[in-house]
Every structure is written in structure tokens, then in C-alpha cells.
């Protein structure tokens, strides 16, 4: 692939970049595209930024030129769902039989042992470099936080969120299970996550004080004027309806800010009847899912001794088909709740095209990863490519979807503000 000219303006030529993404004025550049939505552009890059967008080979070029051939030009990913605080454990606590139990457990475990600010931050900051290799712009990580733990995790997330200021937008979450917020400690969560600007959150499970915590965690979300983000449902059980109960308080509550509802899988086993009636409140809350197809593959329906009977994601046409927000996501990396994973979201789209079909949907899918990911993070200015908009792009190889998910595209060159950067992954060794 042809090298990215450290000069201030050139014009990278013959791209093609998915229609989900692409915001421009001349609505006649998406109708020059391909059957999969690819539309085919010159892009000019001029002091950092994304200067113009014409349609491929509509008018001569003075400037230096990269000629694409054809290949991608996508936006940096925005991961939506990760969990840097937990990852790279897998090899002093692995989960050996795999299932979501254990992997409490095991994480518990590991945080009582080891889960000091150095730790932490040496496995996250590893985490990030990853990200940022692959081509990742913004990441919203949760980060465990009862007690103390709170402090030095988060601690930690607010210096590298001064680290990487100019690389990476970061956000983060607090995770813990919502009845916490019912106790005096859970109240001064919710003072630490409005002092660091993050959002509230926690995992939501069945249970008869549902209803009550929720009421108390979104009037602490409107007391702080914060945004919410949830886990729901991470399990096959068809009893499990906490992505309702939340749309329920949204709606009770009239809540302003955003929501983000990540997992949903128990959605898969119910019927039709009771996931329309959930699909609609959702829509009315205005609600955005988060897909985490890599480690529900892993987790869900893991039973000793017998195949997999379910896929554990969610149902993301539907989803889609009712015009809610959804979104793929990492998810863990290389601890007890997902076993591998290298923080590379085109990973997570390849296996979140295969697992739910979504290659008749290509049109779209692509923004599940950049600017539908962004839309949920608040994030106006990342996850899309648009004149005035720093050129932060990912350029791949592969022409049509079918080369670039079948290989794993390494030689990729992830452009920031104009320039390539040196996409060398960390040594594991460094985790030693």
C-alpha cells in the first residue's frame, strides 16, 4: 500500500467509503456507489483535516496523490463497551471452564490480589495502545467500582484520559450491581463518576427491588445531569426482561440524557409477542443497544460437555427494523469473561456480520462501529467522515466487504489528523 505523505495536503484517491458513514453536502456523491454501498470518492487532506469530498475522478488534482485502488477508507472505530480496568488477566486468573459464574468469581479474585493503581494502570494503558493501533478514536470503558476500588480505578482512568487528550476521546462507567445505589457508598459513586465527567451505570438483574433501584439510580443520573449505560439481560433466561424495566423507568422517570443498554441477549429466547411490546418501549425511551458478540459467543449456553445451542447475541435486525440505535462493541479482552480478543473493533464487525447475518445489511452495519457508536457516546465530531473533520481514517486493502472480512487486515493504515501513525501492537511481554 502506498505511503501516506507526511506533507500537509494530498488527496487520497479512487477510496471507496461506506454511505453510513460519509456526511456531505452533495447528496450526487452517494449516488456514485457501489451494490454495497460504498460510495467512490477523492478525499482531500489539507493541515489535518478532511478538506473535500468529490466524486472519484470528477476533476483534476494538483496536489500530491495516494491513489486508494480501490480499497476503504472507513473512520476511526469508536468502541462503545469495553472493560480496560479487567483486561489482560486471563493469564494469572483464567476462567477454565468458561462460564459467567466463574468468571465473577475469577475477576473477583484477581481484584482483591492485584487491583492496585500500577496494575491497573499498566493493563489498561496497554489496552489503549492496542486500540489506538487498530485504528480506534473513542472507547467507553466501565470500570469496577465498589468501595475503594472506585477511587483507585478511576483514579487511573483520569490519568490516561490526560495521557492520550489528543489521541483518544475516553469516557468512562461505573459498574456495579444497581442495589449499591441504595446505600449511603453507592450515593458517593455517583458524586465520584459526576466529578470525573463519566456516566452512571451498573448491571441490572431480576429481582423484587428492581424497580426501586432504578428509581433511585435515574433520579442520581438527574440529580447530576448524567447519562446512563446499563448492563441488561446477559443471560438466556426468558424471564429476564431488565431491558424493559429500564425503558419502564426512563419513561416514568422522563429522562432527558442519554441511555445505552449493552448485551440484551435474553431478547433471543422470548417470544415475539413480549419482544415487541419491549421493542417499542425502548423506542419510545429512546434507548441505544450495544451487541457484544465476542464474548456472549463465549459465555452464553456454556454448558460442560455440550455444543452450544444459541448464538447469546441479541436480536440486531429487529432492533434495527424498529429504528433504535444499535451498536457492536469489544467487550472484554483477554480475561475470565472473554478469553482472546486484541481490542481491534473490525474484529468485532467481522464477527458481528457473521453471527447476525447483517452481510445483507451492509448499507448500515458499518456505522454500528463509528458513527452509531459515536451518536451513543454524545460524540458529534468522531466516528464520521465530513469536511472541516480531522482526518482520523482507517484505510484497508480490501475492496468490497468480502475482502475486507476475509482477511484480517493488517497492513491497514490508520490516518490521524492527516498522518499515519505507527501501528507497531505492545509486546505481551510487557505484561510479564
Known sequence: MSVIPSKPRYWLKNARVPLSMLQVEDKSIWENRTSEGLCLVDIQVAAGKVAQIVRANSQPIADMVVDVQGGQIWAGFVDVHTHLDKGHIWERTPNLDGTFDSALARVQQDSLQYWQAEDVYRRMAFGLRCSYAHGTQAIRTHIDAFGEQARISF???????????????????????????????????????????????????????????????????????LALDFHVDETDDPESMCLRKVAEAALRCGFGRQIVCGHCCSLAVQSPEVVAETLALVKEAGIGVVSL???????????????????????????????????????????????????????????????????GLYGESPAMVTKTAADLMGLTDVGRISVELAANLVWFKGRSYSELLSRPQCDRVVIRDGIAIDTTLPDYRELD
Open 155 to 225: 483514579g487511573v482512568f483520569q490519568q490516561l484520559q490526560q495521557e492520550w487528550a489528543n489521541r483518544l476521546v475516553l469516557q468512562a462507567v461505573a459498574l456495579v450491581s444497581l442495589d449499591y445505589y441504595l446505600t449511603p457508598e453507592g450515593v458517593k459513586l455517583a458524586d465520584l463518576v459526576a466529578e470525573v465527567g463519566g456516566v452512571l451505570g451498573g448491571v441490572a438483574y431480576m429481582n423484587p427491588e428492581l424497580e426501586a433501584q432504578l428509581n433511585q439510580v435515574f433520579r442520581l443520573a438527574q440529580e447530576r445531569d
Open 293 to 359: 458478540p465476542l464474548s456472549n459467543l463465549y459465555l452464553q449456553d456454556r454448558k460442560s460437555g455440550r455444543t452450544p445451542r444459541w448464538r447469546g447475541v441479541t436480536l440486531i435486525q429487529e432492533l434495527q427494523e424498529y429504528g433504535i440505535e444499535v451498536t457492536l462493541a469489544s467487550d472484554n479482552c483477554r480475561d475470565p469473561f472473554f478469553g482472546f480478543g486484541d481490542h481491534d473493533v473490525l474484529e468485532v464487525f467481522n464477527q458481528g456480520v457473521r453471527v447476525a447475518h447483517l452481510d
